[in-house]
């Protein structure tokens, strides 16, 4: 199996990484930063390559897409980048705001721009079902700063990709995934939630053959979702933020 996961310098990424290494498959890192690539290949000796690219900018996620189709076409992609919910509002290279451009538009530009793969796994966050669809306001501009209702927002915005991919190419299985609160350097120290299990379940996901889709998994199981995951209008309307932010609209012709 040839898996690429995004952000796997660290935490949870590095931690699935070093599972499907052990398990015999062939995985491709990511890091933002040559610097963080080689921390990367220091953790994760066994790993195929790394690629680079800051998925804070547009023109790298853009580039970062190439780098990955040019490897060879992967099995599964895990979208497992974020910043936390203890950020101030920054705006990119783009001016767009930081959590959003990384949490939400970089893995919808990288699922638009990479080869379809078998199969597409995307990390939420119980805190999605705090979160709200404000399309009007994706950058926070209107909207007072709120560092966890910013994160919680893109964690839906994430599961919302997920379901629509599914809906829209029935020949990719999509799914998300709560890993729960762990103490990672995101999480914090103080996190409650089991570290060994915050990686098993896209690992198995991306090994097992499941039929699952449209699925949001807690420890391999179906778990709740906010109510508007499943509404195609807010997906869609979603899909159309993004594209028009980017200049690239997910409903490519497959190269499969």
Known sequence: ??????????????????????????????????????????????????????LASIDETKDLARQANESGRFDVVIHNAAVGYREPRRETVDGLEHVFAINTLAPYLLTALIDRPDQLIYLSSGMHR??????????????RWNGAQAYADSKLHDLLLAY???????????????????????????????LDQASETQVWLATTDHRLTASYLYH??????????????????????CAELTGVRLDQPSTR
């Open 130 to 143: 705090g979160g709200e669809v404000v399309l009007d306001d994706l950058q926070w501009v209107r909207r």
């Open 1 to 54: 199996m040839r898996i690429f996961i995004t952000g796997s310098a660290d935490g949870l990424g590095r931690l699935a990484a070093e599972r499907l290494v052990a398990t015999g498959h062939v995985v491709v890192l990511h890091a933002r930063s040559k610097q963080r690539a080689d921390d990367a290949r220091a953790a994760v000796p066994g790993a195929a390559e790394v690629l680079v690219g800051d």
């Open 220 to 241: 391999r199981r179906p778990h709740p979702t906010h109510r508007a995951a499943g509404d195609t209008a807010v997906q869609d309307g979603l899909l159309d933020a």
């Open 164 to 194: 629509a991919v599914a809906r829209r190419w029935p020949d990719v299985r999509s799914n998300a995934v709560d890993p729960g609160w762990v103490p990672t350097k995101m999480g914090g120290a103080g996190a409650p939630d089991d």
